[in-house]
């Protein structure tokens, strides 16, 4: 029998050997140095799946602020450095040898945010932030009134406190939701948040976004990587399920919310109205085609509770669905042929499931603070360096201030 082939079999087993050895060891050591960073190693997998999307010229998720006021300035940071800590902060190798940077923070803010302010966020994280100016303002039909008793934009603008008395007389703000009256920058939030942020040019090259409120401060490191969940399970939303089935707004937050929405949707239906085209060639970035509702649609949304919401202070969502001519049609509807944001407090946490339902039949869920650990208007009891740095800003003795004056 020749054996001419055992020697050379046998060095190649070894040599093979060896070579799987060195890359366990490459592995091992991948996955101790990212647990030494409190992550898992589908932290690896992220960046290797951004730079596919990369590769497409398209850029991947985006952390989003909110900032109706300079006051916030140390409560946006206190939130931003936790975020970076516990989720953002690494940058990992991929498979070509680069490094992928984290994913890009933008805030929003109103004019007079100044550079000053944003010094101080910008020491949260190594990451360049980016910055766009937005300016709060009311539907045209609610403005229209608001002038003809001299409550122009340039007068409230600076004074909230006689625009928020004219509404509370006009029965336009407070007293049907909760708490006796709400602050004009928490209404104008609720705006953003279900529709005005969508039409921010910014977003029209990412893929998904994830918005995180000023007073939200995570306590440990994420076990998931909301971007890449919704790319794995083409989601359409992801909440944090922190008021356990079927949540749901009082409903004089919501009253005649889901009302209106049925009576829209149905005209839809009725009429097949396909929804025209929000954006031109040059703004459309990836979106989902315009369509009229199906029936099956709209008997999800008639089956919704009475105020049904995802968690409003964080939410992850695929910018495709929020910046179509779908949802965005829905939401001027609700935003400006309504005042129920004025009147009502309706809130984006209950706008989103009713758009949502209505156009999408795909996978929307909430995450346990198990998988997502979040404090709200309060900063957590940890030990990150990070922790301290964001207990030593004296954003609620500021914030408490504001509201007593």
């Known amino acids: 029998m020749n054996r001419s082939w055992a020697i050379p079999l046998l060095a190649f087993c070894i040599f093979s050997s060896l070579l799987l050895v060195w890359r366990m060891g490459i592995y091992m050591k991948s996955i101790d140095e990212n647990e030494e960073n409190g992550g898992d190693i589908k932290t690896n997998q992220r960046f290797i799946l951004s730079e596919h999307l990369l590769d497409q010229k398209k850029q991947f998720g985006c952390i989003l602020y909110l900032m109706t006021h300079p006051d916030y300035t140390d409560e946006v940071r206190s939130s931003m450095l936790l975020v970076d800590h516990f989720f953002n902060k690494k940058e990992v190798p991929v498979e070509n040898g680069e490094n992928l940077k984290p994913y890009d923070y933008i ?36 403005q229209k ?24 007389t006009n029965k336009l703000h407070g007293g049907t939701c909760v708490e006796s009256e709400w602050p004009i920058g928490y209404l104008m939030m609720n705006r953003f948040f279900s529709f005005q942020m969508y039409q921010q040019p910014i977003l029209k090259n990412y893929k998904y976004y994830m918005r995180i409120d000023a007073d939200s401060f995570p306590s440990n490191y994420w076990k998931k990587d909301p971007f890449l969940e919704l790319e794995e399970q083409n989601a359409t939303f992801i909440w944090r399920d922190v008021y356990g089935p079927n949540p749901r707004d ?56 009475e105020g049904y ?58 995450w346990r603070d198990n998988e997502l650990s979040m404090w709200h208007k309060e900063i957590p009891p940890c030990d ?22």
Request: proline share 6%; glycine share 6%; charged share 30%.
């Open 309 to 366: 919401k995802w968690e409003g202070n964080f939410g992850a969502g695929r910018l495709s669905f929020f910046r179509s001519s779908n949802y965005l049609s829905m939401a001027r509807t609700l935003n400006d042929d309504y005042d129920g944001i004025y009147r009502n407090r309706w809130g984006d946490q209950a706008m989103y499931p009713l758009g949502v339902f209505g156009y999408e039949h795909s996978i929307v869920y909430g």
């Open 145 to 168: 009134r608001l002038d003809q008793v001299g409550l122009t934009k340039s007068v409230w603008t600076s004074n909230h406190r006689r625009l928020s008395r004219w509404l509370h």
């Open 250 to 305: 009082p409903e004089s937050c919501v009253r005649n919310m889901k009302k209106f929405t049925v009576e829209y949707f149905q005209k839809m239906f009725d009429d097949q109205i396909i929804p025209p085209e929000f954006w031109d060639d040059n703004m459309r970035g990836e979106v989902d085609p315009p369509s009229t509702i199906t029936k099956q649609g709209l008997e999800r949304v008639k089956k919704l509770p």
């Open 384 to 405: 990150a360096d990070a922790c301290e740095l964001a207990r030593e800003t004296p954003w609620k003795d500021i914030r408490e201030g504001r509201k007593k004056n």
């Open 107 to 142: 805030v929003f803010h109103t004019p007079d945010v100044k550079e000053e302010h944003m010094k101080i966020m910008q020491t949260a994280t190594k990451v360049p932030i980016k910055w766009v100016t937005w300016e709060m303002n009311f539907p045209v039909a609610i």
